[in-house]
């Protein structure tokens, strides 16, 4: 079986304090969770390092076939080949996530924000906890 890892990065405001949140699953079970928060900057930074999390923790594991859902459009435009990466700092997460990926069998799905709730609300959680709101 394979791991399916839900991953999202929140900001508050654009740039603000960034959260990220996800969660792993494994035979429809969560098998990790993070909800970390990350400093200051943008919304597409938290995606991507939301998605280094992810690729870090499948790194760890013995799983070799992992599902990476995301409702950030334009990261899994960018990792699947549809959108060039343009932006310098998201150049950088980029080929962070891309090495991370060597070795695994990663796919990349985009889906509505409604179905990554969990991952949602763990990047949301972190910088509430961090503003202490």
């Known amino acids: 079986m394979s ?9 508050y405001g654009n740039p603000g304090p960034m959260g990220v949140g996800v969660v792993a699953y494994k035979d429809d079970k969560i098998v990790w969770e993070l909800s970390e928060y990350i400093g200051e900057g ?13 690729l870090e923790f ?11 859902r995301s409702d950030s459009e334009l990261m899994v435009k960018q990792l699947t080949g549809k959108y060039k990466v343009k932006d310098i700092k998201l150049k950088v997460l ?3 996530a891309i090495h991370l990926c060597g070795g695994l069998q990663v796919t990349f799905e985009h889906i509505p924000r409604e179905k990554n709730e969990l991952a949602d609300e763990l990047s949301k959680k972190a910088i509430e906890k961090h503003l202490k709101l």
């Open 58 to 68: 499948a790194s760890s594991t013995l799983e070799k076939t992992i599902h990476i």
């Open 3 to 11: 791991l399916v890892i839900y991953t999202d990065g929140a900001c």
């Open 42 to 54: 943008t919304n597409n930074i938290a995606e991507y390092t939301a998605l280094i999390r992810a």
């Open 94 to 96: 980029y080929g962070k």
